[in-house]
């Protein structure tokens, strides 16, 4: 079974600062990686998925399957950046839901 | 285009009633796929139906199913509710299933047990 974990609950930077939401995975087969984030009353949406390799508001990933991990980052954080980040994972081919991490709310702090 | 639908927006059951949750997924998508959020368990998935088949379902009890008509549109059931039900169930939809296919959520029901 799969298994996406989010190490940070909680993460508070100042605006400015550069940002790394950590994302590790365990998938004995081939995943596709994602990142969704859930603004303050806002449906949940995606932010950006390893197979696009592209970068959304400032943010990229890097799929690292040797570390199994699917970091998100921004080099200077931005006050409306503060938002819920969730990290998933469903296997390569759509043929399983998405396996969500717990989450990481992210402050941005003026 | 209109985005993922989902009625009601929130309701209240007691415990031992059954419950009837709907989703319009975004025009053309044919995948619907469900999922239940707590502060507990985070989000979870429930089941995904595409072209009126469950293709597949996560570790929840039988007491929640759920359905696709020939329109697309979704409705998920659970019955004999718990207090433990209490939660957002969100419906996600998607042109298929295939990679590279956004999946696009709901703003979810929030059903709480009593």
């Known amino acids: 079974a799969q298994r996406v974990t989010q190490p940070e609950k909680l993460l508070s930077v100042f605006k400015g600062a550069p940002v790394e939401l950590k994302c590790n995975y365990s998938?004995?087969?081939?995943?596709?990686l994602f990142w969704y984030v859930q603004y303050s009353r806002q449906r949940l949406q995606l932010l950006l998925r390893h197979i696009s390799r592209e970068s959304i508001k400032g943010f990229t990933a890097d799929l690292n399957k040797g570390e199994t991990s699917f970091h998100l980052k921004k080099p200077f954080a931005q006050e409306e950046d503060s938002a819920m980040y969730y990290c998933?994972?469903?296997?390569?081919?759509?043929?399983?839901?998405?396996?969500f991490g717990k989450g990481t709310h992210l402050i941005i702090q003026p | 285009k209109a985005g993922v639908t989902q009625t009601p927006r929130y309701l209240i059951k007691t415990r031992g009633q059954q419950v009837t949750l709907s989703c319009s997924p975004i025009?053309?998508?044919?995948?619907v796929s469900w999922y239940q959020q707590t502060p507990g368990q985070g989000l979870q998935f429930l089941f995904e139906?595409?072209?009126?088949?469950?293709?597949n379902k996560g570790n929840f009890p039988g007491r929640f199913s759920g359905r696709q008509f020939s329109n697309s549109r979704s409705e998920m059931n659970v019955s004999t509710l718990e207090l433990g039900d209490s939660a957002l169930y969100l419906c996600?939809?998607?042109?298929?299933?295939?990679?590279?296919?956004?999946?696009?959520f709901g703003e979810g029901s929030w059903l709480t047990v009593v």
């Open positions: 139906y595409f072209s009126e088949t469950q293709r």
């Open positions: 998933a994972l469903r296997p390569q081919g759509g043929a399983d839901g998405l396996t």
């Open positions: 025009s053309g998508h044919r995948s």
């Open positions: 996600a939809s998607s042109a298929d299933r295939a990679s590279g296919n956004t999946i696009y």
């Open positions: 998938y004995s087969g081939s995943p596709e």
